[in-house]
């Protein structure tokens, strides 16, 4: 089991660059999250998934973008990068309701917009 | 809406002293609790969880929690410091069946001393 798996580790863009975060689990979780963290404001939810083909969004959404066409993978789109955008991106995924709660995270990606 | 407190952003202990982090939360719903621990440079690994059975709950490394309905408080010790523990720990909440959204609060970075 590879777990939660996201790539890449490092990115560097400029300004209005668009990419996209890739995230893979392979435990066969229906709930799959996607967190920012920030110095001082602890891992704040942008978007979630709670199975393919359904997501919503979480605290602070603008500027990214999410679909989920398998239970495998969750990618998050930045459409036009800002320098406000720069963080440590983690990925999360968990079982539905009924099963165990705890969301097993990523390693994290560490994105700089310059 | 759903909150996290915790009170300062960095605890000093000796090694072999106790380890003492609080997290207080705000709920609207008897909440899931979850203490995550981050080493440098690494994604979150869950020490603990409180889920609506014991109050009392015992993870890894030798933490436990306890959950008080009445102070609306779940705190992290660890009766004897280790160096290993120095790390970034954080207390995050969650609705029953809402595993997929968590609320994390800002993190306390534990330094140990010689």
């Known amino acids: 089991n590879a777990g939660v798996t996201q790539t890449p580790k490092f990115q560097v863009l400029k300004t209005g660059q668009s990419m996209t975060l890739q995230c893979a689990q392979d435990?066969?979780?229906?709930?799959m999250s996607w967190y920012r963290q920030d110095p001082g404001m602890g891992l704040r939810l942008i978007h979630y998934?709670?199975?393919?083909?359904?997501?919503d969004q979480g605290e602070v959404p603008n500027g990214y973008n999410v679909s989920r066409s398998t239970t495998e993978d969750f990618p998050l789109r930045l459409l036009s990068a800002a320098p406000s955008q720069t963080s440590v991106y983690f990925c999360?995924?968990?079982?539905?309701?009924?099963?165990?709660?705890?969301?097993?995270f990523g390693p994290g990606t560490r994105l700089t917009v310059t | 809406a759903q909150s996290v407190t915790q009170l300062g952003s960095h605890v000093s202990v000796s090694e072999g002293a106790l380890v003492l982090l609080r997290c207080n939360y705000s709920s609207s719903v008897p909440p899931y609790l979850f203490w995550y621990v981050q080493y440098p440079n690494q994604g979150l690994q869950l020490l603990l969880k409180y889920t609506s059975a014991a109050t009392l709950v015992k993870g890894i490394n030798g933490f436990e929690a306890e959950f008080k309905k009445s102070e609306t408080s779940f705190h992290l010790t660890k009766p004897s410091a280790h160096m290993s523990d120095a790390a970034e720990y954080f207390c995050?909440?969650?609705?029953?069946?809402?595993?997929?959204?968590?609320?994390f609060g800002k993190g306390i970075t534990l330094s140990v001393r010689p």
């Open positions: 999360a995924s968990s079982y539905g309701p009924g099963r165990t709660y705890e969301q097993y």
């Open positions: 998934s709670v199975g393919a083909g359904i997501t």
């Open positions: 995050a909440v969650s609705d029953p069946g809402a595993n997929s959204k968590l609320t």
């Open positions: 435990m066969n979780h229906e709930y």
